[in-house]
Each structure stands twice: as structure tokens, then as C-alpha cells.
């Protein structure tokens, strides 16, 4: 049993828990996941693990309510315990000092975008992060991102907070003033899909984290299998990170609609169960 220490709101639907799990704590990198199970009952679900505190061997994960899992965890209040957390898990972030690196995050890709912005300015770089919402309400871990970032810029679609406009603008505002050397992407599969166009066009080296199709987590279940270069990888085990430029994001986007009505249909039922 993992006690839940703390618990934040970002905003209505995302949820910050930092939970007890002191040898995960200890032994996790940036680029590392977890799979949990809310109780006895409940479906296995991967989430990256968005920092940790050795001292206080705890974990941090963020969650957006979206299914029937993400509701129960964003449910659970600080003393609640999570059945099962099995982690560190993935291939750790390959973190070394290459110059200046461009930090990409959508949405709640910020989360597991942090550790990799902290390890990289630890290990010497200049590190210009961006991240992006759609309005200023879906904006997370701004403070967090500022504490090890050279300079942040905020997007947002509709102007509510920073500047108006999509992420991809923000990244060629950097890109044309300055020698960019790699950049880092996560967020919504699309989001990555021409984020990573951009930095296609201007040769420089991009990673994206494939996070968002992992299912299972452990390989055996093969939903998270994506075409990288031409061959056949596993999120899970191969990943969660690849070379942004070689990844086949039109399949994955297509895989990922693959189960969206039996989400709904799950979420609905349990909506109406809560009545």
C-alpha cells in the first residue's frame, strides 16, 4: 500500500498527488514511469513520474481525469492509499551537455517534461523551455519549469496568458534567434506530430516522449507498439523516448483513437454509478 502525502489541483480536471514510494523515489531518472492500481479491482495504468523527493521518499505524479482510473486517483485525498505502484520503469532520459536545448510541453506533457528540464540544466545547458495550453487555467508547473530553465515562454491558444498562438510559433521565435542544439517534445501526440516538423526543418535533433499510448506497460500486451525508423518498437520497454523525427506519429495518432469508445462508454457508466 503507497499512502497519498499530499494532493493539488492545477486546474478541474488535473490533479497533482505526491505518494509514498521511497525506493522508487531513491532509484528513479528522469524518463522513468510507474504502473499503478487504484484498488484490488481496478486496471493497471502507466504514468511518468513527474519528480521525487528522496528525503521524504516520496513520488510525484500528475493526473488529468479523463477515464474512469484518472477520476478515482483524482478522488483520492492525502491519507487514501493506492493498492499497487510497481516503478521505476522505461529507459531512462539520456541526459548529457550538448549547448542549448529547446524543452517542449503541451498540456499535462509538462509533468513528465520537468524532470528532463531539471536533469539537463544540472548537467550544464542552457535550457529554453515552452510550454503550452490551451488558456491559461490548463497552464501547469510554471514555477516548477521556471526554477531550472534559463527563460521560459507561455502559449496559449486563445492569448488568455503569455503569448497568443500555438507552440510551434514560440519554438521558431527561438529557433530564428538563436543556435538551438536539441530540443525535448512531449504533450499530445498531434502537438509532437508538428512540433517535431519544425525542428525537423531546421536539422535539430529532437527527442518526443510516446507516452500517452502506453497501455500495459510491461510489453506484453503490444498496444503501445509504434513504427520508429521503418521497425516495430514498444513504448514501454523500448521507450518512452525516441528520436521525434523518425517516429511514424499519422499511425500512431490513428492507434490512438482505437479505443475511444470503449473509454467513453466505461466513463459514462461510471459517471452514472456516482449519481
Do not use: W
Not at 65 to 89: M, Q
Request: with cysteine; net charge negative; proline share 3%.
Amino acid at each position: 500500500m503507497n499512502k497519498v502525502v499530499s494532493k493539488e489541483f492545477f486546474s478541474e480536471n488535473v490533479v497533482r498527488l505526491e505518494i509514498e514510494a521511497p525506493r522508487i523515489a531513491k532509484a528513479r531518472r528522469a524518463g522513468h514511469f510507474v504502473i499503478l492500481r487504484v484498488d484490488e479491482k481496478g486496471e493497471r495504468i502507466p504514468l511518468t513520474i513527474a519528480g521525487s523527493d528522496v528525503a521524504k521518499g516520496t513520488i510525484t505524479l500528475v493526473i488529468q481525469r479523463v477515464g474512469v482510473t484518472s477520476r478515482k486517483l483524482a478522488e483520492l485525498e492525502p491519507g487514501d492509499v493506492i493498492a499497487d505502484l510497481v516503478g521505476p520503469l522505461g529507459q531512462a532520459t539520456e541526459v548529457k551537455k550538448v549547448g542549448t536545448i529547446l524543452a517542449c510541453g503541451g498540456g499535462v506533457g509538462v509533468a513528465p517534461l520537468l524532470p528532463i528540464v531539471e536533469a539537463s540544466k544540472k548537467a550544464g545547458n542552457r535550457v529554453i523551455s515552452i510550454i503550452a495550453a490551451r488558456s491559461k487555467d490548463l497552464i501547469i508547473l510554471e514555477d516548477q519549469i521556471r526554477e531550472y530553465s534559463d527563460e521560459v515562454i507561455v502559449m496559449t491558444d486563445d492569448g488568455s496568458y503569455g503569448e497568443k498562438g500555438l507552440i510551434t510559433e514560440g519554438m521558431e521565435k527561438v529557433i530564428y534567434r538563436e543556435k538551438v542544439d536539441e530540443a525535448v517534445i512531449i504533450g499530445p501526440a498531434i502537438m509532437m506530430k508538428f512540433a517535431s516538423e519544425v525542428t525537423r526543418k531546421y536539422e535539430i535533433p529532437s527527442i518526443a516522449s510516446l507516452n500517452t499510448i502506453m497501455v500495459d506497460g510491461t510489453g506484453m500486451c503490444g498496444a503501445c507498439r509504434v513504427t520508429v525508423d521503418g521497425k516495430t518498437k514498444f513504448v514501454c520497454v523500448d521507450g518512452p523516448e525516441f528520436d521525434a523525427h523518425k517516429v511514424d506519429f499519422d499511425e500512431m495518432l490513428m492507434r490512438l483513437g482505437g479505443y475511444k469508445d470503449f473509454e467513453k462508454d466505461a466513463n459514462e457508466r461510471y459517471l452514472n454509478n456516482q449519481k
